[in-house]
């Protein structure tokens, strides 16, 4: 594995670790109201400024609703890219 891809698998896995502690420590109303500002945030993005998250931003979901799902699916999709790069 090159150290490039190391380094991003560590970083991802340390701020998904990290997200999870913080969303353990928030009470039902401010969880929702979190994913309530996460909607408006990407459904609001300027797509004069973010024209990627603009246009897909319909399909972007919060990893509030199966955060394990989610984590699990993100280091598959790292690690396939690493294997690929492995000549």
Same mark, same amino acid.
């Given at each position: 594995?090159?150290? %490039?891809?190391? %380094?991003? +698998?560590? +970083?991802?896995?340390? /701020?998904? !670790? *990290?997200?999870?502690? $913080? !969303?353990?420590?928030?009470?039902?109303?401010?969880?929702? #109201? $979190?994913?309530? #500002? &996460? =909607?408006? @945030?990407?459904?609001? /993005?300027?797509?004069? =400024? &973010?024209?990627?998250?603009?246009? &897909?931003? =319909?399909? !972007? =979901?919060?990893? $509030?609703?199966?955060?394990?799902?989610? &984590?699990?699916? +993100?280091?598959? @999709?790292?690690?396939?890219?690493?294997?690929? *790069? !492995?000549?």
């Amino acid at each position: 594995m090159r150290p %490039r891809s190391s %380094r991003r +698998i560590v +970083i991802l896995l340390a /701020a998904l !670790i *990290a997200s999870e502690a $913080g !969303i353990d420590t928030l009470t039902p109303d401010e969880y929702e #109201q $979190g994913m309530e #500002q &996460f =909607r408006v @945030a990407v459904l609001g /993005a300027d797509p004069d =400024r &973010f024209p990627a998250l603009a246009h &897909f931003a =319909r399909e !972007i =979901r919060p990893l $509030g609703a199966d955060r394990r799902a989610a &984590f699990e699916d +993100i280091l598959a @999709a790292h690690l396939a890219r690493v294997e690929a *790069a !492995i000549p």
